[in-house]
């Protein structure tokens, strides 16, 4: 982290846990009360829906702001959200499923907001290993003492070196509320993580940083050839590649389905894609690809996409 983004971190204020969403969810049942808000962003990565439920916290929206297939934090609807007494909220830093980095001084702003409402920022930075050329991530506990003093970041190398199953994330902190705050987890929830997990971080974070590279500039290359195949191919859809990851938000609205667009790609050109609604009301008439693959298959699942609307 000191090497890619100047984030200090000190090995005293890591928590090491099974998996980033476990992290969440643990967090949010030592942090929340039965009821209170925790808003969310959608579109964003299903499972912040459903943990935010399971942890007994009632779900408030949101929504990123979008103009052109350009999603930015909207920094007013955070505003009244917090305003109306949401107590907690879970940022996707950077934000799954269109892969943007947000910018520091909108991550400023939200910052100014948490101190004046009282509200505490979980930072998923899952993705953050995977931000790519041109980009710069964020994290949020290196936006200074205030941040630091509201803030917990949740990291893992599961995503940039491919290791989920293996099962270890960290919880990190940097200031001494914070400090309070993950004292009060069962220890039981530290245990939980894997050692092959804890061996495969370890490597990963001290040696990987080669095999990093190499992967970011093959997901730098496929992010670019799925502009160029959905260009020629399928020009009606829209899509910016991602700052960071491998995941690709399609827009396929204009394509005028009379269905969810992957339905439609399924049922007629065989290539299952994740449908847009799985991230909220918001992701109707769109579909997330995968893209972490050869050039042969991203050629073959546009290919199969352009077959289906045939
Ligand atoms: C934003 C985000 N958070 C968490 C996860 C899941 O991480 P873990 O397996 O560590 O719970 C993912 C996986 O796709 C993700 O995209």
């Known amino acids: 982290m000191l090497a890619r983004y100047d984030w200090a971190i000190d090995p005293a204020d890591v928590v090491r846990v099974s998996d980033v969403m476990v ?98 920022v979980l930072s998923d930075e899952i993705h953050a290993p995977l931000t790519l050329p041109g980009a710069r991530h964020t994290p949020f506990l290196s936006l200074g003492e205030s941040a630091r003093a509201r803030g917990i970041a949740l990291v893992s190398a599961s995503k940039g070196w491919n290791i989920p199953g293996l099962k270890c994330a ?26 092959l997990g804890v061996i495969a971080s370890v490597a990963a974070y001290r040696d990987g940083g080669g095999w990093l590279d190499e992967l970011l500039a093959v997901l730098d290359r496929n992010r670019n050839l799925m502009s160029t195949l959905l260009a020629e191919r399928l020009p009606g859809v829209v899509y910016r590649p991602p700052e960071a990851g491998y995941l690709g938000w399609l827009d396929c609205r204009a394509l005028g389905l009379p269905q969810e667009p992957v339905d439609r790609f399924l049922e007629r050109g065989r290539v299952a894609l994740t449908a847009g609604l799985r991230f909220g009301s918001q992701g109707s008439g769109h579909v997330r690809v995968t893209m972490a693959t050869s050039r042969e298959i991203l050629a073959e699942i546009v290919e199969r996409m352009r077959a289906a609307l045939a």
């Open 23 to 120: 992290g969440i969810t643990e967090l949010l049942r030592v942090a929340a009360r039965p009821g209170d808000g925790v808003v969310v962003n959608p579109p964003v990565y299903p499972p912040f829906f459903s943990h935010v439920v399971e942890a007994g916290c009632r779900l408030v929206e949101a929504p990123l702001a979008v103009s052109r297939g350009r999603y930015e934090l909207d920094l007013e609807a955070l505003r009244s959200a917090f305003a109306a007494g949401s107590r907690i909220y879970l940022l996707c830093n950077p934000h799954n499923p269109m892969g943007r980095v947000f910018s520091r001084s909108d991550l400023l702003q939200v910052v100014e907001l948490a101190e004046r409402y009282g509200v505490l």
């Open 170 to 195: 960290q919880i990190v902190v940097a200031s001494d509320p914070m400090r309070a705050l993950i004292r009060r987890l069962p220890e039981h929830v530290w245990f939980r993580a894997g050692n």
